[in-house]
């Protein structure tokens, strides 16, 4: 474990040197519940019990769903689709809930399987968000996971959506993963060992999902977004939560995949005069149960992320003289202030143009 030993006052190129560092996401758990601990995944390991993960014969599945569509002579657009299936099954199959997590939770394996003697510092953050501090405040590059709700919202094409306000969000600022990730490396330069860090905030400093809605009520109340032909301000409802799958499908389906329904039998019957209005009104549908399907491992997320590691990594950091202060710690963190005066802010600013 790192301590005021081995971590560095200054932090300098010969210090970080033969060293390497993977990120990595936190969700690799899949959706386990309760406390998840900073552990390596083994060789093999997968989440659900009875199945064992064999990765040669994963990337030899890829290769030969490849060769057949090519035999087939399958359009990109066929083969591509059916990439997309394929990984979504095998990841369920050992227990993950996307390709994306699955991926590097192998990625994770094949480190600690292949790193023979060289120092290996895996970073996982959770939800990355918006700068808190450095460079600027609120700055972002690209949407994130809980950015496209925010967006949604405040386009008015989003005004309900799948999570449980009552559970954590596990959230940390873009500048504090970068630092954890600077120390992190430069702590373990000397060592010949695999280190694990959750840069995460749920278990030191929780924040609800209420937390981000009522900021984000309270942010475009006082600030609504211009729209209309004169730019006149939009009040926006307070957005609509369902804490279970099964209520969020229900209430799709009776408000909108129903209606869609009978509006696609008009319109054959009257010779495609609502075309228009029922390609836009599918496009919404398939938009927001893309984001519930993307989304619903995190936002119904019941795990917590044991972040010891970090934090003695964090005690280290403050305890040297002199030098930098690399801050990474998320108890300094207002999450209320944050959301409603620098996170919600910049998604308005860098992603909403």
Known sequence: MPNSQNCPRKLTSSSTAQRLQIFMKAYVAGEQEGLILEKPFLMGQALREGTHLDITSEQNLIKETRREMKTKCCSEKTEKRTMKELGLKRARHFGWPNTYVFTKAMGEMLLGHHRGDLPVVIVRPSIITSLFKEPLPGWMEGTRTIDSVIIGYAKQALSFFLVDLNLIMDVIPGDMVVNAMMVAMAAHSEERAQSIYHVTSSLRNPAPYAVLSDAGHRYFFANPPRTGKYGEPARLPRMR?????????????????????????????????????????????????????????????????????????????????????????????????????????????????
């Open 241 to 353: 939560f369902f804490s279970t799958v099964a209520s969020f499908r229900a209430h799709m389906v009776v408000k909108y995949k129903l209606p869609l329904e009978i509006l696609r039998v008009v319109n054959i019957a009257l010779c495609g005069m609502f075309s228009r209005r029922y390609d836009e009104l599918s496009r919404k549908y398939r938009f927001v149960m893309h984001l519930v399907e993307l989304y619903a491992p995190y936002t119904l997320f019941k795990g917590c992320f044991d972040d010891i590691n970090t934090e003695r990594l964090s005690i280290a950091m403050k305890q040297q003289e002199g030098g930098y202060y690399f801050d990474f710690d998320p108890k300094s963190i207002d999450w209320e202030e944050y959301f409603y005066r620098v996170h919600i802010p910049g998604v308005v600013k860098y992603l909403c143009d």
